[in-house]
């Protein structure tokens, strides 16, 4: 027998943005019909820390699962958790409903989502792949509204022309900035000579040719430009191409201007997963690249998934936006709530989560993001991504914290607290780490010098964000001596025979027989 208990709103440390916060003694509970017509009530409800405690009380001997569903506002199940029950006719008891498992199912959602995408996008890379640019043109003028592939230098540098001085300005500052703190990340070469005069190599060799993705179409990202491109300029790439979505055959100034600061010669008016499929694979008007690379989103994020293996991406998921700020009551509510704003304005998919000790800042940063959600251009797309995505938690220790960022992995992160320094060692896996009230995130999207392109959907707990080194290959370089081969050999030829391979303790023994 399988009974059900169904909760009204989250547990507590998972209160939902959009939703009336849960108190330490205020768990709405709703029984299920099942349990009622069992004889079974609930008497209290509390939560403690990540668990929902309830009370219950059977008129009659019953056994079985319990299970308890946490609900979002709209009704949708976000975690659940189950517990044995066996209550004896007239009996009372406790049951603990532990929910560490739910952020790891909304995470997991989220992520879903994205990958999710995957299945509607081979098809576009199939047709790419077979129909060249017949079939670009066709997902152009379908998506975008967009007829042109390749921008004419005249249709370029009029855009460029009309472009503000001071957006300019602001661009010049930001490839400054950028480029020096990008020629710093310089890269030995290693050179290694034995005793028995063996000598091995590993040096790094720029890759011929790279596309940076730039997301465009509706909205503009001349930042992106420069995040990508000026790293593969660091490393000597050869040909740096741009993959910009143009809207109805328009492409934006200030991200054609930033190409052309990059000393890009090859710019093109497409973008989704078409566009990938052309840079993968090549038209009669694109010629193929070695190595795509930039932001985009749940769309393209598949579609260099698709093409990796016929072309190299980055080490990462650059997908969807994330932040994950943690504050404490020293913080300003205002400040904070303006930075997952900022986050949730980029995608429908952006992930926005706050994380704090103190309750009351919670409280206040929720009333904050509804008063300025008003006040921003993108409104609707920053409302639903909150709604979706956005996360307000309150957990009671600085170890638990740590615990749940770790898990999250985002890809920028916010140390808006007055004890930031005692965080720094303890978080392992975030793309980013901005430390202290002034360190906004928006910041780190221009010119502070830094890279964007940031691993998202918890892959910072195994990469990390561009850089000069994701446009290097590393070739490794033997020169064995007469003697090196001679001394070594008898070993490589036990180990070989070991495994099974004659063929290379032959081809071994062959160097070292003595005539």
């Not at 792949?129 to 003028?141: I, P």
């Not at 022309?161 to 001071?166: E, G, Q």
């Not at 006040?375 to 909150?386: D, G, M, N, Y």
Request: proline residues 3%; hydrophobic residues 40%.
């Amino acid at each position: 027998m399988r009974s059900i208990l169904s909760s009204l709103l989250p547990i507590f440390i998972l209160a939902f943005i959009g939703q009336t916060s849960c108190t330490e003694k205020d768990v709405p509970v709703t029984l299920s019909i099942e349990l009622i017509d069992k004889g079974i009530a609930m008497t209290t409800s509390s939560v403690t820390d990540g668990a929902v405690e309830i009370y219950l009380i059977s008129e009659n001997e019953t056994e079985g699962e319990l299970l308890v569903k946490a609900l979002n506002a709209s009704g949708l199940e976000i975690a659940r958790s189950k517990s044995i029950m066996t209550l004896q006719k007239d009996d009372a008891k406790l049951f603990t409903f532990n929910f560490d498992k739910s952020l790891d199912i909304l995470l997991s959602k989220r992520k879903n989502k994205v990958q999710s995408n995957s299945v509607s996008v081979k098809g576009i890379i199939k047709d790419v792949k077979k129909n060249g640019d017949k079939a670009l043109l066709k997902y152009e003028k379908r998506f975008n509204k967009n007829n042109v592939i390749v921008p004419s230098a005249n249709q370029i540098s009029k855009s460029i022309k009309s472009l503000d001085k001071k957006v300019k300005n602001a661009i010049d500052l930001a490839y400054t900035r950028i480029h020096k703190f990008h020629s710093l990340q310089k890269f030995k070469n290693i050179s290694y000579t034995d005793k028995l005069k063996n000598k091995l190599e590993y040096k790094y060799v720029p890759i011929e040719s790279v596309a940076i993705y730039v997301p465009g179409s509706t909205a503009s990202y001349p930042s992106s430009v420069l995040m990508n491109a000026i790293p593969a300029i660091v490393a000597g790439v050869k040909r740096v191409i741009m993959i910009n979505p143009g809207y109805k055959g328009k492409q934006n100034p200030a991200v054609l201007y930033a190409a052309r600061k990059c000393k890009i010669k090859e710019i093109y008016s497409i973008g989704g997963p078409s566009a990938i499929a052309a840079a993968a694979y090549g038209t009669k008007r694109i010629k193929k690249v070695n190595k795509i690379v930039g932001p985009g989103n749940a769309f393209v994020a598949a579609a260099k998934k698709e093409v990796f293996g016929d072309v190299g991406i980055e080490g990462m998921t650059a997908g969807p936006s994330e932040v994950t700020i943690i504050c404490d009551k020293f913080s300003n509510p205002e400040w904070v709530a303006s930075d997952l704003i900022g986050q949730a304005e980029h995608d429908n998919l952006a992930q926005c989560i706050l994380i704090s000790k103190d309750k009351n800042i919670v409280e206040k940063v929720k009333i904050e993001i509804f008063k300025q959600l008003k006040e921003i251009p993108r409104q609707s797309v920053a409302k639903k991504s909150l709604i979706s995505n956005g996360i307000l938690m309150h957990i009671s220790s600085d170890k638990k914290i740590t615990d749940v960022v770790n898990k999250i992995a985002p890809e920028h992160l916010e140390l808006n607290v007055k004890n930031y320094k005692s965080f720094i060692p303890k978080i392992k896996n975030s793309g980013s780490i901005c430390l202290g009230k002034y360190a906004v995130m928006a910041m780190t999207d221009y010119n502070v010098g830094s890279n964007h392109i940031l691993p998202t959907n918890g892959s910072a707990k195994y990469s990390s964000g561009v850089s000069v080194n994701e446009f290097y290959k590393r070739i490794s370089y033997i020169n064995l001596s007469k003697k090196g081969i001679e001394s070594l050999g008898p070993s490589v030829i036990t180990l070989a025979n070991y495994e099974g391979l004659a063929g290379h303790a032959e081809s071994v023994k062959k160097r070292i027989r003595r005539k």
